[in-house]
């Protein structure tokens, strides 16, 4: 019997999981338990995808990829402008402040970011809205405001134009790129929260979470930035609901975990092993625990929800999550003892592709620095891996932090009551931001036209890459290009790209392009 049309279960959710399940059209919207007192924003996510891009239709029971994100919808997204310079977050109770112009001067620069204690005390003395209490959000409580519909340009470089969604409403919310005017890169759009790892990173860095809501990701930040400044971050104050974050966990003495606080229940131990996302997907749909087959792979946020952020590998010999649950071992990348990874339903889309998967670390987030494995983003990161073995070994890892690739990654399967499933979900596209790149940056950076958050310039169109055809001489990537298809392959290449190909190969489909490479070298 499919799970979804189980006899006995006569809630609202499952009546429409049933309908849906049957062909029937249903449409709704989830509408937050207001007895929550961690309540989760769903991640927007509404299309679906196989393991290298979109699709027009969703996997049915029985196909690979069945049971991704799109196909479990909860509480959808649900902003209120308040006129007052801030935002009420339906769903969470969470008020929000809406700009991230901190110096008051009408533009969003550089001068905007804060280091962690000037974003403390700023957000702790100000007064918006009438209110007083404002407060740095915590990790937790910054993350609700993700949405991965969003878009990764991580790679962009090259001149042209660019349609790019962030992984925030920015209709809503403060939002903008990095300063490149300023040196930045264009993915520098990192929001600081108030926890700080606690463990250290990059070999002893004081650490402190954020989110970057142009790449979709959480890590871990030194707080000294370059040249022994401290790291600057955008900021955004948070009021209300100080139990948001705080898990209310039960040992249900079955195998499962239930947390109060979110509404959700939790498979206690993991899978034992690492699987590829396919075989996760299908992992929690097949699983049949504590008397129930009603399991899924959870979402990002879902994840996420579950990490103890006041526990790590090296300060309490554990994985970053409460003792209640069983945590497999793992060997990583150093030779240490640690803890792995566990996959999420959702896709992490870039510009290019649909390859990669979001994933939490619970154990130390990985990194090739300086020749050594050690652990670059901290326990508790969320960060995306390849949904399949692309036949691509990353001995040096992958990106500006050489991030540990893991295709294999462990699973635990989560259960609720109020999650819809919807074979075929209805897409739900926000607007994009408009960026023109003058292509004399650097790797990952570009100059952004000043548009102001909010503003989405281009509406819905899609992205489009301008990429010129050099004329006269010849570059040294036209020259190493044999096949003439405007990308290089690991045979083609020469130098020093033959020993940074992983690393430069953003998009890990296995050829490199010139937006992919640093300008400097052509």
Partial sequence: MNKMTQPGKFSVSAIL????????????????DTSLTYPLVDTNQTRCFDTSD??????????????????YQGSAPDYTLN??????????????????????????????????????SYTASLELGGYSDWRLPDIKTLYSLILFDGEDPSGLSNS??????????????????????????????????????????????????????????IKGYGMTGRHGSGKAFYVLAVRGNSDYGLNQLTDNGNGTVTDSATGLVWQQADSGTGMDWSAALSYCEDLSLAGTDRWRLPNA??????????????????????????????TNEAGETDFPAYWSSTTHKNLHNAKKAAYVAFGRAMGYMHGDWIDVHGAGAQRSDPKQDNGISYPQGHGPQGDAVRVDNYVRCVSDNATTFIAQP????????????????????????????????????????????????????????TDGDDQLSATEVRGPLQRDFDRLDSNGDGYLTKDELPQRRF
């Fill in 17 to 32: 999981q049933a309908l849906a399940v049957a062909g029937m059209a249903v449409s709704c919207t989830s509408i937050a």
């Fill in 54 to 71: 979109t699709i027009e239709t969703c996997p049915v029971s029985g196909e690979t990829g069945f049971g991704q994100d799109a196909q």
């Fill in 83 to 120: 006129g007052d310079g801030t935002v009420t977050d339906n769903v969470t109770g969470l008020m929000w402040g809406q700009s991230i112009d901190t110096n008051g001067d009408g533009e969003i620069t550089a001068a905007d970011k804060m280091t962690y204690d000037q974003a403390v």
């Fill in 160 to 217: 042209g134009t660019y349609s790019i969604r962030p992984f925030i409403d920015h209709e809503f919310f403060g939002f903008h790129s990095g300063d490149t005017t300023a040196g930045e890169r264009l993915i520098d759009a990192q929001y600081v929260s108030s926890t700080k790892y606690v463990s250290t990173t990059m070999h002893g860095s004081e650490t402190v979470f954020g989110v970057n809501f142009i790449d979709g990701r």
């Fill in 301 to 330: 946020k879902e994840l996420q929800s579950i990490v103890d952020y006041t526990r790590s590998p090296d300060t309490t010999n554990s994985a970053a999550i409460d003792s209640l649950f069983t945590v497999t071992s793992i």
């Fill in 426 to 481: 209805e897409v739900v596209a926000r607007n994009q931001v408009e960026y023109t790149l003058t292509g004399e940056e650097t790797s990952s950076a570009g100059n952004a036209q000043s548009h102001r958050p909010g503003r989405p310039q281009g509406g819905q169109s899609q992205h489009h890459s301008h990429r010129p055809h050099s004329g006269g001489n010849q570059d040294p990537f036209t020259l190493m290009d």
